[in-house]
């Protein structure tokens, strides 16, 4: 593949958006090119709101591209595929967050994410190659959830070990596997 017709990066954030040590974010300013889907003003945990941002973000780029969304960031991208027929050169998926499941405090509870459109999460085949990237300790989803998953999507299915949500909260700001991972796509 040509330099011209390398896939733009598109980071498809959580709910928290825009997290500056976040690996997202660390990584976005490392590779030329790279956008992120803006943080919403309002409908916060909307997942229409949500859905339809990545879908903007999208309209803005010409030519192929790599989705790599992180926690609710990864429901978005897999409600967004149920929705849209644009041709998506692969997607990497981090530490999907499970929001049919109790979240730890300080995160949406389940009705509230059920009163969002949340529920139920798509558990459709994706229709472009896809990489999960789970941890076994992730507090927001389980492991077999996450193995569920990604078999359900069709998805490659990476184990990265004991190493939380992969967050700041989990000690990442800079995670290098996650430029393995994308480069595994292209």
């Known amino acids: 593949m040509t330099q011209a017709t390398q896939p733009t990066i598109l980071f498809v954030p959580g709910l928290r958006d825009h997290v500056e040590e976040h690996w997202q974010t660390i990584l976005q300013k490392k ?14 945990f909307s997942r229409a709101a949500r859905v339809e ?3 903007t973000a999208l309209a803005e780029i010409d030519g192929p591209v790599i989705l790599v969304a ?11 595929a149920q929705m849209y027929d644009r041709p998506i050169y692969g997607a990497m998926l981090a530490a999907p967050a ?3 499941s109790p979240m730890p ?12 459109g949340w529920l139920p999460i798509p ?8 990489i999960v990237a789970a941890s076994t300790n992730d507090p927001l ?8 998953f990604a078999r359900d999507w069709g998805s490659r299915f990476i184990d990265v070990g004991a190493v939380g949500h992969i967050n700041p909260a989990a000690g990442f700001g800079e995670w290098t596997q996650a430029e393995d991972l994308i480069r595994q796509l292209r």
């Open 53 to 55: 941002a990545l879908q």
């Open 98 to 100: 499970d929001v049919e």
């Open 105 to 116: 405090a300080g995160y949406p509870t389940v009705d509230v994410l059920r009163a969002n």
């Open 141 to 148: 989803c389980v492991f077999e959830r996450a193995s569920g």
């Open 31 to 44: 590779i030329p090119g790279a956008r992120s889907v803006p943080p919403l003003e309002h409908d916060k």
């Open 123 to 130: 558990r459709a085949r994706l229709p472009f190659p896809s």
């Open 70 to 80: 992180h926690s609710a960031g990864v429901m978005i991208t897999v409600n967004w």
